[in-house]
């Protein structure tokens, strides 16, 4: 790694545990909050709700999927009757059906897989009401979700875990929404669009016409990076001028991906007082970071044979000497897009400032580990730390297993339930990505959708129901859509959006209801280093055996083979 490289990392290392910390305890007093404000007291009368009305696990899953349902419905409605509604000034027709039910379940989701480019697919009401809105609310719903399951970790003898609707309010008005107009505004600042005019007409050097897509795109990209969306305004993404257009915008995006699930971390230390512990769990995120990091920013500056030989290795400029530079913006340089395909990778965001397709074979399989397993390094906005909170009572069970006492956790007794909905939410998305990636690569339909031969076409099929079933959205760009591909992709999204997340809520009722008891000589001190040691073993082990079989037919025979 060359030390510019080594230094802008570093930076952005500290920059994010400096702004994250502070942000985790102000989440922490938001939703442990009992005061409440006129305008959520109107909004809980809109709803036909209370803050005192709690819910069980089963009644907060309930009003999340009927929510969830209700919102799926409102997105597909809008993209096939966008033609005939207002705020589009370029007079794009309906979205396809199979398009639109699949950009449905990407956004309700959190996913945010795009088979459209956004610019000439979505009018502006679309991209707006449709889409943006519903980064702010799935993005709400995750983080809800997570007061929830926190809350059953840190009660006594209870059976509830908060009200979803209040929970769900204070995760948009009071965290999501402020942090977005201020980055929002940053961005228009420095240059991205925020407008309702129609496409631009410019005359080129030749003489030419060239159309400009413009539109309301600042707002749209703070919330994309903030929530772990990570679905663009253009087709592709970060790297367009227009939603990244130099090093302080994308310093601050590339921040904002890993913001709030860093800061969900200390969230949870202070909620369940335990902030030793949490520092434990953040160290064992980054320490897989960093792994990825590693792998990730050397393949990449050293590039491959075949690169080398086709002229794509130059020197930069940017202090950087050689490298692949195929697919990424010179502006960035290849440790900024190194970093952020880690960042976008680990977190379930997605978003790109390069080509992920065009990532060696070794770097773009760091990126696909990173999503398989589990987008937990730091992951999701909510759903990133509840599926850490599978791992750890993983590795809370083996350590009970190696001193022969019956695991605990934060004082609580693990039986054979909590460790049951662990592993339903830690295996259940590897396995559907595999059995999925098997369809697409064994049928006629399936194949239709990979653009590219040999490992490097299987590595794009792997991808794309990696990305979909853990929530990310990024994509190899080689992989088109087919009614087969957008129809799987739709199973992958919903399922593995839903069943971790009532697997989490269950498991925090489990254990709501459950006493505490001082921790005793036998106890496994969960704030140390060892710790933090078994959990990323357990993390490498379980996740990593599982993909690991599949690397050899895709990444590995790649990268070997250059």
């Known amino acids: ?138 993005a709400g719903v995750g983080i809800a979700v997570l007061a929830a399951v926190i809350r059953g970790f840190s009660r006594r003898s209870s059976s509830e875990l908060g009200n979803f609707w209040v929970d769900l309010y204070r995760a948009i008005v009071y965290v999501l929404l402020p942090l977005s107009l201020i980055l929002a505004v940053i961005l228009v600042w420095q240059g991205v669009p925020q407008t309702f005019s129609g496409h631009a007409t410019a005359k080129t050097l030749e003489g030419a016409a060239q159309t400009i897509a413009r539109g309301p795109v600042a707002l749209m990209i703070a919330i994309k990076q903030l929530g772990t969306n990570g679905g663009g305004f253009y087709n592709s993404n970060s790297a367009v001028p227009f939603e990244n257009p130099n090093g302080l915008t994308n310093f601050l ?54 690169l080398r030989a086709s002229g794509v290795n130059i020197t930069q400029g940017h202090g950087q000497s050689g490298g ?79 001193v022969g006492r019956t695991p605990e956790y934060l004082g609580k007794k693990i039986g054979a339930r909590e460790i049951k909905y ?33 490992a490097h076409g299987f590595t794009e099929a792997l991808y794309a129901y990696t990305s979909q079933g853990n929530n990310n959205g990024s994509a190899f760009a080689g992989y088109g859509a087919t009614s087969l591909s957008a129809s799987l992709g739709t199973v992958a999204m919903y399922l593995g959006r839903f069943v971790p997340l009532i697997a989490a809520l269950a498991l925090g009722g489990a254990l709501a209801g459950k006493k505490t008891a001082p921790p005793s000589a036998g106890t496994f001190r969960t704030d140390g280093g060892t710790f933090a040691v078994l959990l990323v073993g357990v993390i490498l082990l379980t996740a990593g055996l599982m993909v690991f079989p599949a690397l050899t037919l895709g990444p590995l025979v790649e990268g070997l083979a250059h």
Do not use: C
């Open 1 to 138: 790694m060359s030390g510019n490289g080594i230094t802008q990392i570093l930076i952005y290392a500290i920059v994010l545990i400096a702004v994250a910390y502070p942000l985790g305890i102000y989440m922490a007093r938001v939703f442990e909050s009992r005061r409440v404000h006129v305008t959520e007291g109107w909004f809980y009368r809109l709803v036909r709700t209370s803050p005192e009305r709690e819910q069980d696990w089963k009644g907060y899953a309930k009003s999340v999927l009927l929510f969830s349902l209700l919102a799926s419905v409102v997105v597909y409605v809008i993209q096939r009757l966008q033609g005939h509604l207002f705020l589009n000034p370029d007079h794009l027709k309906a979205v396809p059906s199979h398009i639109a039910l699949n950009t449905a379940a990407s956004f309700v989701t959190n996913t945010n897989w795009q088979f459209y480019g956004g610019e000439y697919t979505m009018s502006y009401f679309s991209q707006m009401a449709a889409l943006a809105s519903q980064q702010y609310i799935s």
């Open 253 to 306: 995006e590339l921040i904002s991906i890993l913001l709030i699930p860093a800061a969900q971390v200390f969230m949870f230390g202070k909620m369940v007082l335990a902030r030793r512990h949490a520092w434990m769990v953040f160290a064992a995120m980054f320490a897989v970071f960093a792994l990825a990091i590693g792998v990730s920013l050397p393949a990449e500056q050293h590039g491959s044979q075949v």
């Open 324 to 402: 692949n530079m195929s697919d990424k913006e010179v502006r960035f340089g290849i440790a900024n897009s190194a970093l952020w395909a880690t960042a976008t990778t680990d977190a379930s965001n997605g978003s790109v400032n390069a080509g992920h397709d065009a990532l060696t074979a070794f770097g773009g399989g760091a990126a696909l580990v990173n999503i398989f397993f589990g987008e937990v390094i730091f992951g999701g906005v909510g759903s990133g730390l509840y599926g850490m909170l599978f791992y750890i009572l993983i590795a809370v069970f083996i350590a009970g297993l190696m």
């Open 422 to 454: 662990a592993a339903l939410g830690a295996l259940f998305v590897p396995t559907m990505v595999l059995a999925l990636t098997a369809i697409s690569v064994v049928t006629k339909s399936g194949l239709a959708s990979i653009y590219n031969p040999g």
